[in-house]
């Protein structure tokens, strides 16, 4: 069975940092893209970026270029987000995710982790 | 305002069938490559729908996909209760180099 569990989510200053982990189970986990997909209270769902399985090709969202760095460790079978110079609109639930049928598109999901950016 | 545009909410009683549907351009739908995302309310979204069309094992027979030109849509027949919840549309998009969602749609079954 497929899981995915993200922690490191909480309550950061504006300007702060965070880092979010995945571990992943269940799959091959070298053999998928993973991606870090987000959804902001009462509002819908925004991509934020995607890595390739061997770590070569990494993708953001222009809103979190220069700030957010997507990494994996395949040894751990575990992704991150690095983030920095936190605003108050990167306040989501952050969603990791295994691709499906193309590379992008998300297939399983894990059950989210807050963070919430806010003096 | 996102880059798919969804109607934000529709309505069904059970047993009727129901149309979302999912408007992009000719950078993102115009690809055969739109999913479609179920959420139940206070969990995380499920994969419903892949390439248009395809539904991934397990998911009922109930729920459909369809793309022409630059439009998309998911119809839900025969609705039941359990189908109350929000559903997303995306598609890669070539103009931004990555994958954009649709608003969503909020079901309500009456």
């Known amino acids: 069975e497929v899981q995915l569990v993200e922690s490191g989510g909480g309550l950061v200053q504006p300007g702060g940092s965070l880092r979010l982990s995945c571990a992943a189970s269940?799959?091959?986990?070298?053999?998928?893209?993973m991606s870090w997909v987000r959804q902001a209270p009462g509002k819908g769902l925004e991509w934020v970026a995607n890595?390739?399985?061997?770590?070569?090709?990494?993708y953001y969202v222009d809103s979190v270029k220069g700030r957010f760095s997507m990494s994996r460790d395949n040894a751990k079978m575990s992704v991150y987000l690095q983030m920095h110079s936190l605003r108050a609109e990167d306040t989501a639930v952050y969603y990791c995710?295994?691709?499906?049928?193309?590379?992008?598109?998300?297939?399983?999901w894990g059950q989210g982790t807050l963070v919430t950016v806010s003096s | 305002q996102s880059v798919l545009t969804q109607p934000p909410s529709t309505s069904g009683t059970p047993g009727q069938r129901v149309t979302i549907s999912c408007s992009g351009s000719s950078s993102n739908i115009v690809t055969p490559y739109v999913y479609w995302y179920q959420q139940l309310p206070g969990t995380a979204p499920k994969l419903l729908i892949y390439?248009?069309?395809q539904r991934p094992s397990g998911v009922p027979d109930r729920f459909s996909g369809s793309k022409s030109g630059t439009s998309a849509s998911l119809a839900i027949s025969g609705l039941r209760s359990e189908d109350e919840a929000d559903y997303y549309c995306a598609a890669w998009d070539d103009a931004l180099s990555g994958p954009v969602f649709g608003g969503g749609t909020k079901l309500t079954v009456l």
């Open positions: 890595i390739k399985e061997d770590g070569s090709e990494k």
């Open positions: 269940g799959f091959t986990f070298s053999s998928y893209w």
């Open positions: 995710a295994r691709s499906s049928y193309d590379f992008w598109s998300p297939g399983y």
């Open positions: 390439r248009s069309s």
